[in-house]
Every structure is written in C-alpha cells, then in structure tokens.
C-alpha cells in the first residue's frame, strides 16, 4: 500500500491528494493518512509545495464531509421515515439528536482525526439527524486542520520513514477507535442491565 501511495503522489500531485481525502470523508475506503504523509515527504524533498498539499488534503476533507452530511440529510429521509415508523427506535433517533445537540460539536471535531475511523460515519449521522450544519461545518474544519497537519506535517519531517509511520499511527487510530467503542458499548450494556433489574 505504501508503495502505491508514493506512486500516487508521485505522478498526480496534489489533485490526487485532494480527491482521497475527498473520498475518505464519504467512507471511501482508500489510504488518505498515508497519502497525505507521502505528500508532506515530497513536499520536503521540494517536489511539491507544502501549502498546497496542506489547501488540498484540507479543501478535500471539507467538501467530503458537507458531501456526506447533505447526502444523508437529502437522501436519507427514507431511512428516517422508516426509523420514524417505530417508536422504539424514533426515541433512539430523538435521543442521538439530543445527544448531538448537546455535544455534538466536540464528537464531530474529534471524529475528524483522533476516532478518524468514525469520520465518515458521523458525517452520516449529522445529516440524517439534521445536526445544525453550521456548527458541523465549524467543528469540522477545525478537526480537519488538525487531521490534515498532523499527518502531513509528519510527512513533511519524517520524510525518510513514512511507510512505518503510517503503519504505527493507522495501527494508534485503530486501537484508540476500538477502545472507545468497546468502552460505551460496555456503559450501554451495563445502564440495560440496571435498567431491567430495576423494579417495575
């Protein structure tokens, strides 16, 4: 994969760096944290500017997300009507809009690099909740500057290993992802088990 990454950069440039991250952002399953690091090492080595890696990768990841957000809020209304046909899960789609609202803004910024797995997904889900585009483009861009700087400013100073760090930070991102995910997963489990031993 490293190796194609590199090819990529090398005979693309930076439009190759705008379309992956682009991609990334609607779940597109292609190496964007790899892409941008190999970018920010060419960037190093003087084949490539490093403001416009950093603009691309940047623009890209912006207009993935608004892409994926407009998306489910245009199109997913058949999926929130079908929600909406049951009460049980109409109450679990109004309370992840109550929780949204509530610190939706932190979740988005945070899914933009540190849980960068569930990027997409929240995307996604802001949409289909109808999540105020406003602050979900603010939280967005915020987390996409450091996304984007983490990632090819690593590229940029680590030129020489790029491949092994890509490994190691996709392997981090992973297992961060992971750990959250099995850790609410256990909260939930837990508040049901209370809540069915709870006396009626």
């Known amino acids: ?15 190759i760096v705008f379309l992956v991250t682009f991609l990334s952002c609607l779940a597109v399953p292609v190496p964007s944290s790899l892409l941008m690091m190999a970018a920010g090492g060419f960037a190093a080595a003087g084949d490539l500017s490093l403001i416009a890696v950093a603009v691309a990768a940047f623009t890209g990841a912006v207009l993935g997300d ?15 009507d079908w929600i909406d046909q049951n009460d049980r899960r109409r109450a679990l789609k ?8 509530r610190r939706g803004g932190p979740s988005v910024f945070l899914t933009c690099w540190l849980f960068a797995p569930l990027g997409p997904t929240m995307n996604y889900v802001c949409g289909l909740t109808k999540f105020s585009w406003g602050r979900f483009v603010a939280w967005g861009m915020a987390g996409e500057v450091v996304w984007v700087s983490i990632y090819v400013g690593l590229g940029f100073s680590f030129a020489d290993n790029i491949t092994a760090l890509a490994s190691l930070l996709g392997n981090a991102s992973g ?26």
């Open 1 to 15: 994969m490293g190796e194609i990454a590199l090819s990529l950069v090398a005979d693309y440039g930076v439009p």
């Open 66 to 80: 608004n892409t994926g957000y407009w998306i489910a809020r245009r199109l997913g209304q058949r999926a929130s």
């Open 94 to 101: 109004t309370k992840a809009g109550d929780i949204l609202d």
């Open 175 to 200: 297992a961060v992802t992971a750990l959250v995910v099995v850790v609410l997963l256990g909260l939930w489990l837990l508040r049901a088990a209370r809540h069915r031993a709870a006396p009626a």
